[in-house]
């Protein structure tokens, strides 16, 4: 089995290419290297998995159709796990063109291929930001998504609907995951553990926004690489108890399936900042503010759905913070 996985050398998806490659499966790897954030940090993830005798490796543009096709032409693909996208909220809100380009082109230019080379499976990531205004918590795949708060959110729910469509159409079985703040070793330095992190060693503040009444359903990345290879070893058949007067927005008729990934256990920010200052014996200097534009105030996770496919999460905030200040001293010899 060749599995094709996107962002192979991002944050979740060199975790998720490490794991497969150890349980002996054959990976094409597919990314672009870009500078959204220093990219020796991927260069370094990209270093671990090159040493895998099944790993490939293809420097290639999703935006790119012509270089999917020529580079791709001599591999039998059996399933695709979508990773490479333009992350981050705040990015959205002062670059949006980037994520047009990276998150709709892009993943059409995904959907094309798998359609046109009968994958077996398309498993992509979606995030818990397509919740967006919605209040009702816990956030259940039940529940309409339909008022996105960033343009970011607003991508990653036209993905959902475009691989719905993919899958009415031409029956190509789609798994859309919404993910909850993914934390963890070799995390993106855009992310709040690794900012927070760093100020702290370098004695700067650390802005916590909406006052830190924040709540967030912290996951860490190897349950979150659990959860996608459960669900893509699961392809959807279509719901033969979907009701269209009743629509569950997460299943339908046709083969395709959205799941949250989360912890389901939310904390408080400011107990996560607390825990980064135990561990590393040093009180941050806070920076309170205002609830920053884009950002939803609370996230939980209900995760009943992904839980028949055998879906638990096993690490918990304080043993996740630990693990990655572990690798964050190391990786930056503090």
């Known amino acids: 089995m060749n599995i094709?996985?996107?962002?192979?050398?991002?944050?979740i998806g060199f975790h998720l290419t490490k794991t497969l490659l150890n349980q002996g499966v054959e990976i094409i790897g597919l990314d672009n290297l870009n500078n959204y954030y220093d990219p020796i940090l991927k260069e370094r993830r990209l270093e671990q998995l090159k040493a895998h005798k099944n790993f490939k490796f293809l420097k290639v543009d999703i935006c790119d159709t012509e270089s999917i096709e020529f580079n791709l032409r001599s591999f039998k693909v059996s399933q695709i796990i979508h990773l490479a996208a333009q992350a981050g909220v705040r990015h959205s809100i002062s670059n949006p063109r980037d994520y047009l380009n990276n998150n709709i082109i892009g993943f059409f230019n995904i959907l094309e291929y798998a359609r046109a080379n009968?994958?077996?499976?398309?498993?992509?990531?979606?995030?818990?930001?397509t919740y967006g205004a919605n209040r009702m918590l816990p956030f259940a795949e039940k529940n309409h998504a339909d008022h996105p708060i960033q343009f970011y959110a607003a991508t990653k729910r036209a993905n959902e609907l475009m691989a719905h469509s993919y899958s009415c159409i031409y029956g190509l079985p789609t798994s859309g995951l919404r993910f909850f703040t993914v934390y963890g070793p070799w995390g993106r330095p855009d992310m709040?553990?690794?900012?927070?992190?760093?100020?702290?060693?370098?004695?700067?503040?650390?802005?916590?926004?909406?006052?830190?009444?924040?709540i967030r359903d912290f996951t860490y990345v190897d349950d979150i690489v659990d959860g996608i290879i459960?669900?893509?070893?699961?392809?959807?058949?279509?719901?033969?108890?979907?009701d269209p007067i009743n629509p569950d927005p997460s299943s339908s008729f046709a083969p395709f399936e959205v799941y949250n990934i989360g912890n389901s256990e939310p904390v408080e920010l400011m107990t996560y900042v607390s825990l980064i200052e135990e561990f590393l014996d040093k009180k941050a200097k806070l920076n309170f503010l205002p609830l920053q534009q884009?950002?939803?105030?609370?996230?939980?996770?209900?995760?009943?759905?992904?839980?028949h496919l055998g879906y638990q999460p096993t690490t918990n905030v304080r043993a996740g913070v630990k693990s990655f200040l572990d690798w964050y001293i190391d990786y930056h010899g503090e």
């Open 230 to 242: 459960k669900v893509s070893q699961n392809s959807p058949k279509g719901n033969k108890d979907w």
């Open 4 to 11: 094709l996985v996107t962002g192979c050398a991002g944050f």
């Open 294 to 307: 884009g950002d939803v105030e609370n996230t939980i996770s209900d995760i009943s759905k992904i839980s």
């Open 118 to 129: 009968s994958v077996e499976h398309l498993t992509y990531a979606s995030t818990s930001s």
């Open 192 to 214: 709040a553990l690794f900012t927070f992190t760093k100020n702290i060693l370098a004695d700067k503040e650390i802005d916590i926004f909406n006052h830190g009444k924040h």
